[in-house]
């Protein structure tokens, strides 16, 4: 029952208030402490009645757009894992990378994430809170990250910590290093959720104005399309479950047929089938997710005149000069 609220939540995005509210990080810290620690939890996908490989189906579908955004990353590189939930993209950031650090604030989560990373002894984890972590004095952290990945992290933070944890990252950045974000997004402004659930969602515009702000350069955005399917999954069996008394509901059948079905026609169908709503003035589906490629706008280290000395301040030094 509570999985199922919160799904609501997850997909309900016109009962937010109109100008951006301040989250609550208590109640934040609350719902992922007490969130399943299953692949279907940490994407919000839990109440719908779809079969755990729709967890799984987002993930390759993500895979593909991350493999692509990082092919040219040394394989030698450090990884800076943030928010990691379960710990699915730490696993599999440990299988390409030679280093991964990452950090998860809910406890329940924290466990499967060191459950998942125990065979790779490339991963160090932490529980512990983003806008207080501070990576320690192993190689990682005195050398710089060559990816820093944030995955649905962004939108359970607050504008101004949004922009503080970004600057933070810029002196532990590696030359040539990105940071990928996959954020869900709405197609215009900001929307904030208050009550047991909460979450801002931004535009792809609203993104790109904080994270210039910020210091880096938007080098690419895309919509996942992956979540995109899944999404309206989502939102037709909430559809269903506003006019169908809970007893009749069978969700476990209605949730798996509205999956399969947009499998059936994915991808195209993820442009298409919004496409032709717009058309008649539906926004369908209301909630999207894009992944944002970034770089610092300021030269990394190595390829600015001052190098030889900034490469000799260990990158810890450097994060705490930068403050
Ligand atoms: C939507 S889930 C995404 C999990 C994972 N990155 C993925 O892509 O599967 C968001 C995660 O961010 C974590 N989180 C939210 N705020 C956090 C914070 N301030 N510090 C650390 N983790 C946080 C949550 O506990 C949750 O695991």
């Given at each position: 029952?509570?999985a199922?609220?919160r799904?609501?939540d997850h997909?309900e995005?016109?009962?937010a208030?109109?100008?951006p509210?301040?989250?609550?990080?208590t109640k934040?810290?609350?719902?992922?402490?007490?969130?399943r620690?299953?692949m279907?939890?940490?994407?919000?996908m839990?109440?719908?009645?779809f079969?755990?490989?729709?967890?799984?189906?987002r993930?390759?579908g993500?895979?593909?757009?991350?493999?692509?955004a990082t092919?040219?990353?040394?394989p030698?590189?450090?990884?800076?894992?943030?928010g990691?939930?379960?710990?699915?993209?730490?696993?599999?950031?440990?299988?390409?990378?030679?280093?991964?650090?990452?950090?998860?604030?809910?406890?329940?989560l924290y466990t499967?994430?060191?459950?998942?990373?125990?065979p790779?002894?490339?991963?160090?984890?932490?529980?512990?809170?983003?806008?207080?972590?501070?990576?320690n004095n192993?190689?990682a952290?005195?050398?710089?990250?060559?990816?820093?990945?944030?995955?649905?992290?962004?939108?359970?933070l607050?504008?101004?910590d949004?922009?503080?944890?970004?600057?933070?990252l810029?002196p532990?950045?590696?030359?040539?290093?990105?940071?990928l974000?996959r954020?869900?997004t709405?197609?215009?402004g900001v929307k904030t959720?208050?009550?047991?659930?909460q979450v801002?969602?931004r535009?792809?515009e609203t993104?790109r104005?904080?994270?210039v702000?910020?210091?880096?350069d938007?080098?690419s955005?895309?919509?996942n399309?992956?979540?995109i399917?899944?999404q309206?999954a989502?939102?037709?069996?909430?559809k269903w479950?506003?006019i169908?008394?809970?007893?009749?509901?069978?969700l476990?059948?209605?949730?798996r047929?509205?999956y399969?079905g947009l499998?059936l026609?994915?991808?195209?169908n993820?442009?298409?089938?919004?496409w032709l709503?717009?058309g008649?003035g539906y926004?369908f589906?209301?909630?999207?997710n894009?992944?944002?490629?970034l770089?610092?706008?300021i030269?990394a280290?190595a390829?600015?005149p001052?190098?030889q000395?900034?490469?000799?301040q260990p990158?810890?030094?450097?994060m705490?000069?930068?403050?």
């Amino acid at each position: 029952m509570m999985a199922a609220q919160r799904a609501t939540d997850h997909c309900e995005v016109t009962t937010a208030a109109e100008t951006p509210l301040q989250l609550d990080y208590t109640k934040v810290q609350a719902y992922w402490k007490s969130a399943r620690p299953s692949m279907l939890g940490p994407y919000m996908m839990d109440g719908f009645g779809f079969p755990i490989g729709a967890g799984r189906f987002r993930f390759r579908g993500e895979v593909e757009t991350v493999a692509e955004a990082t092919r040219n990353l040394d394989p030698d590189t450090s990884v800076l894992d943030l928010g990691s939930g379960v710990g699915v993209w730490a696993e599999y950031f440990a299988q390409r990378f030679a280093r991964v650090v990452a950090v998860e604030a809910s406890s329940t989560l924290y466990t499967a994430l060191k459950d998942r990373c125990s065979p790779y002894p490339n991963v160090t984890t932490h529980n512990g809170d983003v806008l207080s972590f501070e990576p320690n004095n192993d190689r990682a952290a005195t050398e710089g990250f060559g990816l820093v990945f944030l995955g649905g992290l962004l939108m359970y933070l607050n504008d101004d910590d949004v922009s503080t944890l970004m600057r933070r990252l810029i002196p532990y950045l590696k030359p040539g290093a990105i940071v990928l974000c996959r954020e869900s997004t709405i197609r215009k402004g900001v929307k904030t959720l208050q009550g047991d659930y909460q979450v801002v969602y931004r535009s792809v515009e609203t993104y790109r104005s904080i994270l210039v702000n910020a210091g880096f350069d938007v080098v690419s955005t895309q919509a996942n399309s992956a979540y995109i399917s899944v999404q309206m999954a989502c939102e037709l069996v909430k559809k269903w479950k506003a006019i169908v008394p809970e007893r009749f509901r069978c969700l476990p059948v209605v949730g798996r047929l509205a999956y399969w079905g947009l499998r059936l026609g994915y991808p195209w169908n993820t442009r298409l089938i919004p496409w032709l709503l717009s058309g008649m003035g539906y926004e369908f589906p209301s909630l999207t997710n894009h992944f944002f490629v970034l770089q610092p706008s300021i030269p990394a280290a190595a390829d600015r005149p001052d190098a030889q000395a900034h490469d000799m301040q260990p990158a810890q030094e450097r994060m705490q000069t930068a403050r």
